[in-house]
């Protein structure tokens, strides 16, 4: 499984610049653009990840585990506390990032056109994360081939999002191709986990409270930021970093507040 979605992926890699030259581009001016996408824009959207890849490595022995000791409570406990997290990981990822994503390329890398990536693909980060945990727990209960299928046929959907799109909207067409496949990546493992294991979804807690939140806290650090851009002495990046962590211990605060998070859950 792992080998052929290898496979994919480096087809993928090398049609990416092919097709961009397919659009109207050079060699250079394709290879340039599909560098600041992979080398400066993936690794921020990624970063995040470094949590939910962290769930995922201790989610597979754990739901097997549960699994082999026929422990349907605790896989489903496992699943809903897991998806909750990712989801909430994800939705403050995406608040960061559109709203910081132009000043973190330009201040960081110096490249508008990174920021504007960084921008568009901010709505990639839920589905991102949540993907990565529902494999693994796919994974867990002894399905591997599900997640193989699943992703395989996201694959192939940006692939072709790359052979049809690309030469006619440029890279534009890659990311659009590359929001659609993580969905429909996400919607097929999200329907095998219902399948599978009697998950109960908090769509309040789990998206409308921290998209609210998101929504409504970003716009006050927005004003915070421009305001101390102007009358600060501060660093530009000094100043992206104070902010972010100000979005991101008061996103957790509020979900606090408003209980969509507990302590008892860290505990556990």
């Given at each position: 499984n792992r080998l052929l979605i290898s496979l994919l992926q480096s087809f993928e890699a090398v049609l990416i610049p092919n097709m961009l030259k397919s659009s109207g581009l050079t060699t250079g001016e394709s290879l340039s653009i599909y560098g600041i996408l992979t080398g400066m824009t993936m690794p921020f959207i990624?970063?995040?990840s470094t949590i939910t890849n962290s769930f995922a490595v201790m989610l597979l022995p754990a739901v097997s585990e549960a699994q082999a000791a026929k422990n349907n409570r605790l896989i489903?406990?496992?699943?809903?506390?897991?998806?909750?997290?990712?989801?909430?990981?994800g939705i403050l990822s995406t608040g960061i990032f559109i709203i910081f994503g132009q000043p973190l390329g330009t201040v960081i890398y110096h490249n508008q056109l990174s920021g504007t990536f960084l921008t568009t693909l901010a709505w990639l980060c839920p589905f991102l994360y949540l993907s990565t945990t529902l494999g693994s727990i796919i994974n867990g209960l002894g399905k591997a081939h599900i997640t193989f299928f699943n992703t395989v046929v996201g694959l192939t959907m940006r692939i072709l999002f790359i052979i049809f799109m690309?030469?006619?909207?440029?890279?534009?067409?890659?990311?659009?191709g590359l929001l659609v496949s993580q969905l429909i990546i996400s919607f097929l493992d999200g329907l095998a986990i219902y399948r599978n294991v009697p998950v109960t979804f908090h769509a309040v807690d789990w998206i409308a409270k921290p998209a609210l939140i998101i929504l409504f806290e970003g716009i006050i650090i927005m004003h915070f930021y421009r305001y101390l851009s102007k009358?600060?002495?501060?660093?530009?990046?000094?100043?992206?970093?104070?902010?972010?962590?100000?979005?991101?211990i008061g996103y957790f605060i509020l979900l606090l507040i408003t209980?969509?998070?507990s302590l008892k859950e860290f505990k556990k």
């Amino acid at each position: 499984n792992r080998l052929l979605i290898s496979l994919l992926q480096s087809f993928e890699a090398v049609l990416i610049p092919n097709m961009l030259k397919s659009s109207g581009l050079t060699t250079g001016e394709s290879l340039s653009i599909y560098g600041i996408l992979t080398g400066m824009t993936m690794p921020f959207i990624l970063f995040p990840s470094t949590i939910t890849n962290s769930f995922a490595v201790m989610l597979l022995p754990a739901v097997s585990e549960a699994q082999a000791a026929k422990n349907n409570r605790l896989i489903d406990n496992t699943t809903s506390v897991s998806i909750k997290y990712s989801l909430l990981i994800g939705i403050l990822s995406t608040g960061i990032f559109i709203i910081f994503g132009q000043p973190l390329g330009t201040v960081i890398y110096h490249n508008q056109l990174s920021g504007t990536f960084l921008t568009t693909l901010a709505w990639l980060c839920p589905f991102l994360y949540l993907s990565t945990t529902l494999g693994s727990i796919i994974n867990g209960l002894g399905k591997a081939h599900i997640t193989f299928f699943n992703t395989v046929v996201g694959l192939t959907m940006r692939i072709l999002f790359i052979i049809f799109m690309v030469p006619k909207k440029g890279i534009a067409g890659y990311l659009i191709g590359l929001l659609v496949s993580q969905l429909i990546i996400s919607f097929l493992d999200g329907l095998a986990i219902y399948r599978n294991v009697p998950v109960t979804f908090h769509a309040v807690d789990w998206i409308a409270k921290p998209a609210l939140i998101i929504l409504f806290e970003g716009i006050i650090i927005m004003h915070f930021y421009r305001y101390l851009s102007k009358v600060s002495g501060l660093s530009a990046l000094l100043l992206l970093i104070i902010c972010c962590l100000m979005l991101a211990i008061g996103y957790f605060i509020l979900l606090l507040i408003t209980r969509s998070i507990s302590l008892k859950e860290f505990k556990k």
